[in-house]
């Protein structure tokens, strides 16, 4: 069964303008992929469960964080996934990191044609030493123990990282607490039978 925006809408419970204006940012997506590489060719079949439903999934853990609207950073958003989508809905006041330049216009685009307020930065990840976040979050984009370092800088004291991870999940937990100590919980995933979405606090070097 093909998994597209009416069955989103079924499982996430979000309003009739918030769908209308992620189906903007799939259409917008859909063309400039024409162009740019926002996302796996062999996922755009399937992009409203690989990508707008594997974000969106995050919604509900940071809604428990226990801050109304908490400072989110995205620090790697490439094609706005998942930073994007969560500013879409609501969930959050979101910087969005990327250092391509090209992808970055089109996420200016996405947020100017939606209306999604969001932040977008031009930078990498590294070279940010301005912005304390009470969430930040990263898909596809890094190992854990370099998503720990990452974050370090970025993330406030009692603050939150939110990182989905695919089947080797345990394997980069290992090798992440082979130079980090952290609280870890791990939420199963809607999208994917052995991926997990890694939640993590009291960040410290080993």
């Known amino acids: 069964m093909t998994f597209g925006a009416v069955e989103f809408q079924k499982q996430t419970n979000v309003s009739r303008e918030t769908l209308d204006k992620l189906q903007l940012y799939a259409d917008l997506l859909v063309k400039w992929q024409k162009s740019i590489n926002l996302v796996s060719r062999s996922s755009l079949d399937d992009l409203w469960h690989r990508h707008f439903m594997d974000s969106a999934q995050i919604a509900s853990i940071i809604k428990d964080c226990g801050i109304q609207q908490p400072i989110c950073v995205d620090m790697a958003v490439g094609g706005g996934f998942p930073g994007l989508v969560l500013a879409a809905m609501g969930v959050g006041q979101w910087t969005l990191i990327e250092s391509d330049t090209r992808k970055c216009v089109f996420l200016n685009e996405v947020v100017r044609q939606c209306e999604i307020s969001a932040t977008i930065r031009n930078e990498r990840v590294e070279r ?14 890094a190992s854990l123990d370099q998503l720990l370092a990452y974050s ?40 994917g039978k052995d991926s997990k979405i890694l939640v993590i606090q009291k960040v410290k070097r080993g």
């Open 128 to 141: 940010i030493n301005d912005l304390q976040a009470d969430i930040v979050t990263a898909r596809a984009f």
């Open 152 to 191: 370090e800088p970025i993330l406030k004291e009692g603050g939150m990282a939110i990182f989905p991870k695919g089947q080797r999940h345990q394997t980069e937990v290992m090798a992440a607490k082979a130079a980090w100590a952290f609280d870890l919980t791990e939420h199963d995933s809607e999208t």
